[in-house]
């Protein structure tokens, strides 16, 4: 893993909005070759995207199923070489983070499990 990644994340107001920006700028400033990119910078740039992107292989998170991230991304046609859907990954371990504005205990878990995941998901590439 040795290519430049960045992770474009879900930033919406939801509990694991919350985690999941915690879990990819965590991820961010542990790893050299990793970035996280804010969705909301690229919606509201009419024509094209940050060049943080640029030279990155592009990983989306998404935090419900409106998937924001994706529908973004799609429409400034920025290729997505993953999209990984924190929901899912927070529902296997059984954890519902409750709060929006601090970490809970099941929060402050679904970091650490999507943490972990999200590495098991770009270890290849």
Do not use: H, W
Request: hydrophobic share 40%.
């Amino acid at each position: 893993m040795d290519e430049k990644i960045a992770l474009v994340s879900c930033s919406g107001l939801s509990p694991l909005g919350l985690v999941v920006r915690a879990a990819t700028v965590e991820l961010a400033l542990d790893n050299d070759n990793i970035v996280a990119a804010c969705i909301t910078e690229y919606s509201a740039q009419p024509n094209n995207c940050s060049p943080i992107l640029e030279g990155a292989k592009i990983v989306s998170i998404t935090g419900c199923s409106d998937d924001c991230v994706s529908t973004i991304l799609k429409e400034k046609d920025v290729e997505v070489i993953k999209n990984i859907d924190a929901e899912s990954v927070v529902k296997v371990f059984n954890l519902n983070p409750n709060d929006s504005i601090r970490l809970d205990d099941d929060g402050e878990e679904a970091v650490k499990v999507l943490k972990r995941f999200i590495l098991g998901e770009i270890e290849d590439i």
